[in-house]
C-alpha cells in the first residue's frame, strides 16, 4: 500500500461525456502526475502538479484536464470522451525537493468508453 | 522523437537462471526509474538511479545506469517465480517535469 488513493475503481461512459477521476496523496507530498496505460502498453504522462500549478504535460489534447487542491488532493477531467480514452488511469503522488524523487502510485480508474 | 525502448519484450526463463533487461533512451535525463506491475495491478517502484555508474540492489534485483551511452539495465539473478510480472524504466527529461515510460518487459519465470 502506497497511501495513495484513487475514485473511482471502474468506471463506464459513453462517447461524448465527460468524467472526473480523483486522486488522494500521500500524506506530505506535494507533487502529483497523472497517466493514461492503455492495455498491454506503458503508461503515458499527461501532466503534472506542483503545488496546485500545472508544471509539465505530455502529448494529451486539451481536454484533459487537471487540478490540484490546497490539501493536494488531485482531480482529471477529460471533455467529449472518446473511446481511445478507455484505459487505465493512475496518479502518482511524490515529495519535490531536488534530487530524488520517488512516484507511488494509487491503484488506478479503470474507464470504459463505449 | 523522445524514446525509451526496452528489451526484450517478453522473457520466459527457468527458475534459478540469470538474465538482464535493457533500457535505452533517446533524451537527455536526469533520473531514471524501474517500476515492477503485476497483471491488473498498479505499479510499484523499484529503484530510482540518479547519476551515471549508480548501481542499486534490492534481493535478486540490480539495477544500474549508464548516462553516456543512455542505457540502463535490470540484472535478475536466480530467478524466481514470484519475480514475474511485468518490468517498466522510465526517464524524466532534464529541464522539464515530464516523464517517458519504456515499452514494458513481461517476464514469466517457469518453476
Known amino acids: 500500500e502506497t497511501g495513495v488513493t484513487q475514485s473511482p475503481t471502474h468506471l463506464i461512459k459513453t462517447r461524448g461525456q465527460q468524467v472526473t477521476l480523483r486522486c488522494s496523496s500521500q500524506?506530505?507530498?506535494?507533487?502529483v502526475s497523472w497517466y493514461q496505460q492503455a492495455l498491454g502498453q506503458g503508461p503515458q504522462f499527461i501532466f503534472q502538479?506542483?503545488?496546485?500549478?500545472?508544471?509539465g504535460r505530455g502529448n494529451f489534447p486539451p481536454r484533459f484536464s487537471g487540478l490540484q487542491f490546497p490539501n493536494y488532493s488531485s482531480e482529471l477531467n477529460v471533455n467529449a470522451l472518446e473511446l481511445d480514452d478507455s484505459a487505465l488511469y493512475l496518479c502518482?503522488?511524490?515529495?519535490?525537493?531536488?534530487?530524488?524523487?520517488?512516484?507511488?502510485f494509487g491503484p488506478g480508474t479503470r474507464l470504459l468508453v463505449l | 522523437e523522445l524514446k525509451v525502448e526496452q528489451n526484450p519484450l517478453f522473457l520466459s526463463m527457468q527458475e534459478g537462471k540469470n538474465y538482464t533487461i535493457y533500457c535505452n533512451y533517446s533524451?537527455?535525463?536526469?533520473?531514471l526509474y524501474w517500476y515492477r506491475q503485476d497483471p491488473g495491478k498498479s505499479l510499484e517502484s523499484l529503484f530510482v538511479?540518479?547519476?551515471?555508474?549508480a548501481v542499486k540492489q534490492e534481493g535478486r534485483l540490480m539495477a544500474s545506469l549508464d548516462t553516456k551511452a543512455r542505457l540502463s539495465t535490470l540484472h535478475i539473478t536466480a530467478a524466481v517465480h514470484d519475480l514475474s510480472a511485468t518490468y517498466f524504466c522510465?526517464?524524466?527529461?532534464?529541464?522539464?517535469?515530464?516523464?517517458?515510460f519504456g515499452t514494458g518487459t513481461r517476464l514469466k519465470v517457469l518453476a
Open positions: 502518482a503522488s511524490s515529495f519535490r525537493a531536488g534530487g530524488q524523487e520517488t512516484q507511488y
Open positions: 500524506s506530505g507530498h506535494n507533487t
Open positions: 502538479y506542483y503545488r496546485e500549478e500545472e508544471n
Open positions: 533524451t537527455t535525463s536526469d533520473r
Open positions: 538511479l540518479l547519476s551515471n555508474g
Open positions: 522510465a526517464v524524466d527529461i532534464t529541464g522539464t517535469y515530464k516523464y517517458i
